[in-house]
C-alpha cells in the first residue's frame, strides 16, 4: 500500500511542528490511531526519517544483570512508557521507530 501524498504532507508538517502526535492530530483533526499507522507506512517505505533522531542499538543484558535494574522508562515530552528490564530489544526497537 503506497502512502497518499495527503498523509506524506501530514508527516512532514508534524515533524516540522515540533508537536507531540497526539497534539497535532487534535489540531488537524486526525485520529491518532490512523496517524500512527500511516507514519509506519511512511518509514517502512524508505522515506525520509524524522529529522533529529539519532540512530540506536539495543542489547539484551545478561540475565543477572536483569534482577539488578529497575523498568526501562521512555520520557517524551509530556509522554511517559515504562517497561520491564526483560523487555524484547527488537520489540522495543520497532516501538520506538513507529512512535517516532
Partial sequence: MAITERWKQHIEDWQASGLSQAEYCRRHGLNAN???????????Q???PQPGLIPIQVQPLPKAAEAAL????????DQRLEFPSAVSPRWLAELLQCLG
Fill in 46 to 48: 524508505g522515506l525520509p
Fill in 34 to 44: 490512523t496517524f500512527s499507522g500511516r507514519l509506519c507506512l511512511y518509514r517502512s
Fill in 70 to 77: 529497575g523498568p526501562i522508562v521512555l520520557w517524551h515530552r
